[in-house]
């Protein structure tokens, strides 16, 4: 067999592997729109990987050129991790692609994520201001009854 023909096998077993076992874990689970989201990834280990991440529309595409790979066997496992956003309330597919050692990028993973409109909070200073508030009602109340 030769040099190039086994690299090609390993490279095909090694997404083979990983296909079958990859996973991607979302951060938060259900993101706001105020919210910075993170994904971990699942890759193959011992590699140099350049990751980019671009949203376009309702897509989310995160690239991962993993190159200068050292192959031991058992493939160890490692994880990439990309933050996004925040994004507007809606829909999004968010997909992941792994180019291994320069052989054409492959789908690793695609999910749905749903961001949800962020709920309106109050600054800590609003807090307080309202909490005064309420506290000089109740005072108010208390003195005209007691």
């Known amino acids: 067999m ?6 090609i096998l390993t490279v095909a077993l090694v997404l083979v592997a990983l296909r079958a076992e990859a996973a991607v874990t979302i951060t938060p689970a ?4 105020q919210d910075s989201i993170t994904a971990v990834i699942d890759v193959p280990g011992g590699c140099f990987a350049i990751i980019t991440t671009a949203v376009t529309g309702n897509s989310i595409r995160t690239d991962i050129v993993q190159q200068g790979c050292v192959v031991i066997q058992p493939i160890l496992p490692a994880q990439e991790s990309v933050r996004f956003g925040p994004l507007a309330p809606g829909t999004y597919t968010y997909d992941v692609y792994l180019d291994f050692e320069h052989t054409g990028p492959v789908l690793l993973s695609r999910q749905t994520i749903v961001v949800a409109r962020a709920v309106p909070s109050l600054s800590e200073l609003g807090l307080i201001i309202l909490a005064m508030s309420l506290a000089g009602v109740a005072c108010f109340a208390l003195g005209k009854n007691g």
Not at 2 to 7: D, E, M, S, V
Not at 30 to 33: I, V
Request: cysteine-free; overall charge positive.
């Open 2 to 7: 030769t040099k190039r023909a086994h690299k």
């Open 30 to 33: 259900s993101p706001t729109s």
